[in-house]
C-alpha cells in the first residue's frame, strides 16, 4: 500500500498525524499519485490509537531522518566533487566521467562508482590486468 513512508503522501499524513488529526478519512483524503486509488484500505489501515506521546516521538524520529538525509545530501556532494577533481576529469577531458563510465557497467551504480576510486585509487596502472582489481 503505502511504500515510501517519506515519499509526499507519507510526510502528508504523519504531519497531520502530528499536527493531532486522528479521522482516518481526513488521513487518506492526503494520499498522493497511486496511493489515491486504495483509499479505502488507507482508511481501514489508519484506524487506530495515535496519542500526543506517539506524536512526539514520531516528530522527533523524523528530525532524525531529516538531519541525516541532509547530512548525506553534503556528504555526497563532497564526494561528487572529489570524484569530479581526479585526474583525467577535468573539463577539457572529452566524454563521460569516471563516475558516468563505472556506472555502465551492469551491477554498477552511482554510488559504487564513486565507491570504486576511493578504494581502489584514480590510477588503475598499478594493476597488472583488468583482473586484479575486479577480484
Known amino acids: 500500500m503505502l511504500t515510501d513512508l517519506f515519499g509526499v503522501s507519507g510526510r502528508a499524513m504523519l504531519a497531520a498525524l502530528i499536527a493531532g488529526e486522528c479521522n482516518p ?3 487518506a483524503a492526503l ?21 500526543v506521546h506517539h506524536g512526539f516521538l ?3 524520529l523524523l528530525d532524525s531522518v531529516d538531519h541525516l538525509t ?3 545530501a553534503r ?12 585526474p583525467g576529469q577535468e573539463a577539457s577531458h572529452p566524454g563521460p566521467s569516471l563516475v558516468e563510465r563505472l556506472d ?7 554510488t559504487i562508482a564513486h565507491v570504486l576510486p576511493a578504494e581502489l585509487g584514480p590510477d588503475m596502472g598499478a ?3 583488468s583482473d586484479h582489481p575486479a577480484s
Do not use: M, S, Y
Open 104 to 110: 555502465q557497467i551492469p551491477g554498477v551504480g552511482v
Open 31 to 51: 494520499a498522493r499519485g497511486n496511493l489515491v486509488r486504495q483509499k479505502v484500505a488507507l482508511v481501514e489501515a489508519l484506524n487506530g490509537q495515535f496519542e
Open 25 to 27: 478519512r481526513v488521513l
Open 75 to 86: 556528504l555526497t556532494e563532497q564526494i561528487t566533487a572529489a570524484v569530479r577533481d581526479l
Open 127 to 129: 594493476f597488472p590486468t
Open 70 to 72: 541532509a547530512q548525506i
Open 58 to 60: 514520531c516528530q522527533t
